[in-house]
């Protein structure tokens, strides 16, 4: 999702600064550099493939509630595939997986609020 994540912040870039992280690896996880990046943006947009439900979006939530939730100027968003089974079709693949789309969407919305 890191190729998605970096084109929305070019699509965004002429309303937005978005800082793009890319955590290479989920464990350890870098707390440090999560954090250090949501007091730079004071906000968070968690993109992963995987569904909502698992996946490593819930342990980078989970530290941001617990140790930088005074960062926070908006609510922490998760932008992840909906809780159902991989599709085997390519076309209903397409529509599973957070697409550029909806992520500029999400950002958008995430940078109004």
């Known amino acids: 999702m890191v190729d998605i994540a ?3 912040a070019v699509a ?4 937005a600064s978005v800082e793009v992280l890319d955590l ?5 996880l870098d707390g440090d550099a999560i954090l250090e990046s949501l007091g730079r943006t004071s906000r968070v947009c968690v993109l992963q493939e995987a569904s909502s439900s698992i996946g490593a979006a819930g342990s980078v939530l989970s530290l941001i509630a617990q140790e930088g939730f005074e960062l926070l100027d908006a609510p922490p968003l998760l932008v992840a595939a909906p809780i159902a089974p991989v599709p085997f079709a390519p076309e209903l693949e397409d529509a599973y997986i957070p697409s550029l789309e909806r992520v500029v969407e999400e950002l958008r919305r995430l940078g109004a609020y």
């Not at 965004?12 to 309303?15: G, N, Q, S």
């Not at 290479?24 to 350890?28: A, E, F, I, S």
Request: net charge negative.
């Open 6 to 8: 970096l084109r929305a």
């Open 12 to 15: 965004l870039e002429d309303e």
């Open 24 to 28: 290479r690896t989920v464990w350890p």
